[in-house]
Nanobody, 123 residues
């Protein structure tokens, strides 16, 4: 059984920062590729960032490149997303997700999902 629980969302002013966390239960966290996705109001779920099991390969959506940083601590079974220079268009529910093997930007490839955490960026 694998469970993902996000935390760290909230309300922040534009150009501010937030750090999201995703705690993963189960013994296989260190073997998973982990990803962050988001779904804004009236929008489809979109890819944000992903990291491979050992943190040696990372990819970002163009919209967040240079502002967001994905990282993981396998000892703590925790995934992070540091979000800087936030913009109102970053407002969304942010989800962490897990899958085996290799990085994918497609939500359909991820087998395990958290419940999401709301991030609201006010101008």
């Amino acid at each position: 059984q694998v469970q993902l629980v996000e935390s760290g969302g909230g309300l922040v002013l534009a150009v501010g920062s937030l750090r999201l966390s995703c705690l993963v239960s189960g013994r296989t966290f260190s073997t998973f590729v982990m990803g962050w996705f988001r779904q804004g109001p009236g929008k489809e779920r979109e890819f944000v960032a992903a990291i491979n099991s050992i943190g040696s390969s990372i990819t970002y959506a163009d919209s967040v490149k240079g502002r967001f940083t994905i990282s993981r601590d396998n000892a703590k079974k925790t995934l992070y997303l540091q979000m800087n220079s936030l913009k109102p268009e970053d407002t969304a529910v942010y989800y962490c997700a897990a899958r085996p093997y290799y990085i994918s930007k497609s939500a359909e490839d991820y087998a395990y999902w958290g419940q999401g955490t709301q991030v609201t960026v006010s101008s």
